[in-house]
């Protein structure tokens, strides 16, 4: 099984800030099948990037995707309020098995 | 729009079962899977296991093995999760998502479901 750590455990950034998320893997991710998502408290997770580096539908381009292999991170350009939230990768490389990450708090400072 | 509805809120005994629903509308069930992930409260995301809405093939966590069982009903675009011998640590909310038929993303997810276990 392919396991997933994120760094670091929570981030403290203000508004119009760079806030970059790290996610490593235990193994190389085959394809850079690798996925990041948004959750809001009380919400469902929000699909943000797939293919380590593709934006999902809708999502603002403040958004962005690197890497390949074991190591992917998500960039988000100028945090705006509603950005504040919890970030989780996903590997599905080793598709039907998906693995998530623990995830990064990114909160106001 | 693509929509995922799942069932309400469940509260169960020990030893009992559970079983919840998710509907999909917006686009052809078939043509996609569903996963389901839980989250217990607190904590991360746990992917529980997955299944073809086409044909019904399934593949679970190791860890539910034995314990979970996923359907889906074509006739009303319905997916099910049953889990057996409830434990108080399968409090968690439930999410259904639906399942990208070439990279297995998950997009979108449905509102969620808490199941309480307790005495």
């Known amino acids: 099984e392919i396991v997933l750590t994120q760094s670091p455990g929570t981030l403290s950034l203000s508004p119009g800030e760079r806030a970059t998320l790290s996610c490593r893997a235990s193994?190389?991710?085959?394809?850079?099948?690798l996925a990041w998502y948004q959750q809001k408290p009380g919400q469902a997770p929000r699909l943000l990037i797939y293919g380590a580096s593709s934006r999902a539908t809708g999502i603002p381009d403040r958004f962005s995707g690197s890497g390949s292999g074991t190591d992917f991170t998500l960039t988000i350009s100028r945090l705006e309020p509603e950005d504040f939230a919890v970030y989780y990768c996903?590997?599905?490389?080793?598709?039907?098995?998906?693995?998530f990450g623990p995830g990064t708090k990114v909160d106001i400072k | 729009q693509v929509q995922l509805v799942q069932s309400g809120a469940e509260v169960k005994k020990p030893g009992a079962s559970v079983k919840v629903s998710c509907k999909a509308s917006?686009?052809?069930?078939?043509?996609?899977?569903i996963s389901w992930v839980r989250q217990a409260p607190g904590q991360g995301l746990e992917w529980m296991g997955w299944?073809?809405?086409?044909?019904?093939?399934?593949n679970y966590a190791q860890k539910l093995q034995g314990r979970v069982t996923m359907t889906t009903d074509t006739s009303t675009s319905t997916a099910y999760m049953e889990l057996r011998s409830l434990r108080s640590d399968d409090t968690a909310v439930y999410y259904c998502a639906r399942v990208d038929p070439f990279e297995d993303w998950f997009d979108p997810w449905g509102q969620g479901t808490l199941v309480t276990v307790s005495s």
């Open positions: 917006g686009y052809t069930f078939t043509s996609y899977g």
């Open positions: 299944i073809s809405a086409y044909n019904g093939n399934t």
């Open positions: 996903q590997q599905y490389g080793s598709s039907p098995k998906v693995t």
């Open positions: 193994q190389s991710v085959s394809s850079s099948y």
